[in-house]
């Protein structure tokens, strides 16, 4: 069986990145590649523009640091314990939480409320980042697998669902192909399940 892989395509960081793409998407075409992997990164940053990137990292930084305080002090209240995925994952949830409660102060809502806009918005542009990927790796003709990188979502959320293969194996062809994508922490644990 033939491979050809692909990783770090960035959609959406250059313009160019999207020519890129279609660029490999006519070279797979004429290649006699059996499988196309790709190897996470498929998107970048999720703001509009620079600027914007600059502004959500701020953000995210701001809310991070909100909510390990929010979760340090409800853990010490109910004996939980949060991978840094899980940790993660709660940040939209406390922001709700911040927004919709009279106990924080205003400036925290506000940031939570900012927090929460850039998320939706994030959202939005990557589905339509992964929309684009997949119509034009599905015009090479080829069967496609994926596995997300520290700039994805979870695949399993967008359109590119069935070619995601995180914690997932597939035979093709008599080979079994496995995947795990996404990042790990400083300490090492997955950030993606």
Same mark, same amino acid.
């Given at each position: 069986m033939k491979l050809l892989a692909v990783s770090d395509i960035h959609l959406f960081r250059e313009e160019e990145n999207l020519g890129r793409l279609q660029a490999f998407a006519e070279y797979a075409k004429s290649s006699d590649a059996d499988l196309i992997l790709i190897g996470g990164d498929i998107v970048e940053y999720p703001a509009s523009s620079p600027l914007d990137s600059r502004r959500f990292q701020e /953000?995210?930084?701001t809310m991070m640091q909100i909510a390990s305080s929010e979760i340090e002090r409800r853990i010490k209240h109910k004996k939980i314990d949060l991978s840094p995925y899980e940790?993660?994952?709660t940040m939209p949830i406390i922001a709700e939480d911040i927004c919709q409660k009279p106990v924080y102060p205003k400036d925290m809502k506000q940031i939570a409320?900012?927090?929460l806009n850039f998320i939706e918005e994030a959202e939005w542009q990557m589905n339509t980042a992964y929309g684009l990927a997949s119509h034009? /790796?599905?015009s090479t003709g080829k069967q496609v697998l994926a596995v997300g990188g520290n700039h994805d979502m979870n695949l399993e959320n967008t359109i590119l669902k069935e070619m995601n293969i995180h914690n997932k194996s597939r035979i093709i062809n008599g080979c079994k192909i496995a995947g795990y994508g996404g990042a790990a922490?400083?300490?090492g644990t997955p950030l993606i399940k």
């Open positions: /953000l995210f930084g940790q993660f994952c409320r900012e927090y034009i /790796l599905k922490a400083r300490n």
